[in-house]
């Protein structure tokens, strides 16, 4: 891994406010009676080197995104953190980024805020449950959802 540069920092903001997202997630984890929710920041291109040189700084995965549409058929790339990892990462770019620093803002929150449960089969309480639906809520609100 290459040990990102203030220069690299600020390529990651922008990168993040044109062309990213910072979102929470929703996934049912096999065996547990609740919802899981974690934060995701993800970046889209349709160069898979700008995707590959955010992955050699800051760790990550790469997938593909979709199918090849438009005029161009190019192939679009994903590239995405999610948990700690994510919420590390905002931490550090959060004062660079312009368009999306509520949402960086938020996602810390929820991170700060959130209980973690050990228990494999164990449900997330009523009230835990809640907050996180909060966060959830505010976070699709923040990004324009529209429900």
Same mark, same amino acid.
């Not at 922008?14 to 993800?42: A, C, N, P, Y």
């Not at 898979?48 to 040189?53: K, P, S």
């Not at 997330?124 to 907050?131: H, I, S, T």
């Given at each position: 891994?290459?040990?990102?540069?203030q220069?690299?920092? #600020?390529?990651?903001a922008?990168?993040i406010?044109?062309?990213g997202?910072?979102?929470?997630?929703?996934?049912?984890?096999?065996?547990?009676?609740?919802?899981?929710h974690?934060? !995701?920041?993800q970046v889209?291109?349709?160069?898979?080197?700008?995707?590959?040189?955010? !992955?050699?700084r800051?760790?990550?995965?790469?997938?593909?995104?979709?199918?090849p549409?438009?005029?161009?058929?190019?192939?679009?790339?994903?590239?995405?953190?999610?948990?700690p990892?994510?919420a590390?990462?905002?931490?550090?770019?959060r004062?660079?980024?312009?368009? !999306?620093?509520?949402?960086?803002?938020l #996602?810390?929150?929820?991170m700060?805020q959130r209980?973690?449960? #050990?228990? !494999?089969?164990?449900?997330?309480?009523a009230?835990?449950?809640a907050l996180?639906?909060g966060?959830?809520? #505010?976070?699709?609100?923040?990004?324009?959802?529209?429900?």
């Amino acid at each position: 891994m290459v040990y990102p540069s203030q220069n690299d920092w #600020a390529y990651f903001a922008g990168l993040i406010d044109g062309e990213g997202s910072i979102s929470m997630q929703r996934s049912r984890v096999s065996g547990r009676k609740s919802t899981e929710h974690f934060i !995701k920041v993800q970046v889209y291109n349709t160069c898979r080197h700008v995707l590959d040189w955010l !992955k050699e700084r800051w760790g990550g995965s790469i997938r593909r995104d979709g199918t090849p549409t438009g005029i161009s058929r190019r192939q679009c790339y994903a590239w995405s953190v999610t948990g700690p990892t994510a919420a590390h990462l905002l931490e550090q770019v959060r004062p660079l980024l312009q368009i !999306k620093h509520r949402q960086a803002w938020l #996602a810390l929150e929820f991170m700060q805020q959130r209980t973690v449960f #050990a228990g !494999k089969h164990q449900g997330v309480p009523a009230n835990e449950q809640a907050l996180r639906e909060g966060f959830a809520h #505010a976070m699709a609100y923040l990004n324009g959802a529209t429900t």
